[in-house]
């Protein structure tokens, strides 16, 4: 009869499967419960996200102009406009990327707007893409400024002298007597406030320099303010027409002499020197003295008699004139002739 130790040795193991096999079975079977309820949440959780990730979306923002429409032929627009604005628009991940920014645009009508002061909110409604409304699932989420202040005024149109300007300096002794425009007027039109208060239209600068003579010259309009137009015919041409006189200064001479000439009669007078406010040319009066300007009177014109407050003629260079003089002269011409005195 063999021992039991060695029954023992050679016993059978009570599971037959191999080692390979159990540990497959122990990694599905162990802790079956906890890998049960991980099995259900990540399926809850895909079951969520799968829909989710089917309907993501995404934003960007861009600069889209600022347009305006339909503005009324009768106003005008004076206040400082934005040229775009920032737009934050979300849309669909799957419709991104055919998406172009330089498509949006942000629009205000106009249409039969009144002048005045106004503020324009900026919604969806203002956006459009490619000239059309806005595409299915595309959504506006901002509009940066959210509103835009107009001002619009009425236009009028005024016809105004047209004003030559000059630049340079003349020949010595020389200025611009005065300019004549052809055409002499200009039509002009734009917003009532600025209108209004235009009197004139210049011309670009003539230039006059060393001029001492009356020149013909094409004179081309000067560049409008801002919202200011200019209605001029085709082909027209502005000539400046320039004439030119000499530069005058005005002098005063005290106690100038009085000639008398060609005295037949004994006469007597008031006085035999006046007082002469003079303007003439600046390089003439420069040389006018006291002792160089002199007055007469022809008594070959006054018969024996009385003759009062008679203004003597002032002997001058030409181009001078006389703007004053005084005292008045009184003449008394006696009936007896000069040869019975001296005899």
Do not use: C
């Amino acid at each position: 009869m063999q021992s039991p130790k060695l029954l023992h040795r050679f016993r059978l193991p009570d599971n037959p499967q191999t080692p390979g096999k159990t540990r497959i079975r122990r990694f599905f079977l162990d802790n079956l419960p906890l890998k049960i309820l991980s099995l259900f949440l990540a399926f809850t959780i895909w079951a969520f996200v799968a829909p989710q990730r089917r309907g993501e979306t995404t934003e960007f923002k861009f600069q889209s102009p600022l347009v305006l429409k339909n503005i009324p032929s009768d106003v005008e627009i004076t206040s400082d406009l934005v040229q775009s604005v920032s737009v934050l628009v979300r849309v669909p991940r799957t419709l991104a990327k055919s998406v172009n920014p330089n498509l949006f645009q942000v629009a205000i009508d106009l249409r039969n707007q009144l002048p005045g002061t106004f503020e324009y909110k900026l919604t969806e409604k203002q956006v459009s893409y490619n000239n059309e409304k806005l595409p299915k699932g595309l959504e506006v989420l901002q509009i940066s400024p959210n509103a835009i202040s107009l001002v619009l005024e009425e236009l009028v149109t005024k016809v105004v002298p047209v004003k030559a300007r000059i630049e340079g300096s003349m020949e010595n002794g020389f200025v611009v007597d005065w300019i004549e425009m052809d055409p002499a007027e200009v039509e002009i039109s734009g917003p009532r406030s600025v209108i209004g208060k235009m009197k004139s239209f210049p011309t670009e600068p003539l230039d006059v320099q060393d001029l001492n003579a009356n020149v013909e010259m094409r004179a081309d309009l000067d560049t409008p303010p801002e919202h200011v137009r200019i209605k001029v015919p085709e082909e027209t041409n502005f000539i400046a027409r320039i004439f030119v006189t000499f530069a005058s200064t005005r002098i005063l001479l005290r106690e100038i002499p009085v000639i008398f000439e060609n005295p037949e009669f004994v006469y007597r007078t008031s006085t035999e020197t006046l007082n002469v406010h003079l303007e003439g040319p600046d390089h003439v009066m420069s040389n006018l003295t006291a002792q160089s300007v002199f007055a007469v009177i022809d008594l070959a014109d006054y018969p024996p008699g009385d003759y009062r407050g008679l203004a003597p003629s002032v002997v001058l260079p030409e181009r001078v004139r006389v703007l004053e003089q005084w005292p008045i002269l009184d003449l008394f011409v006696l009936k007896r002739k000069k040869s019975e005195s001296s005899g």
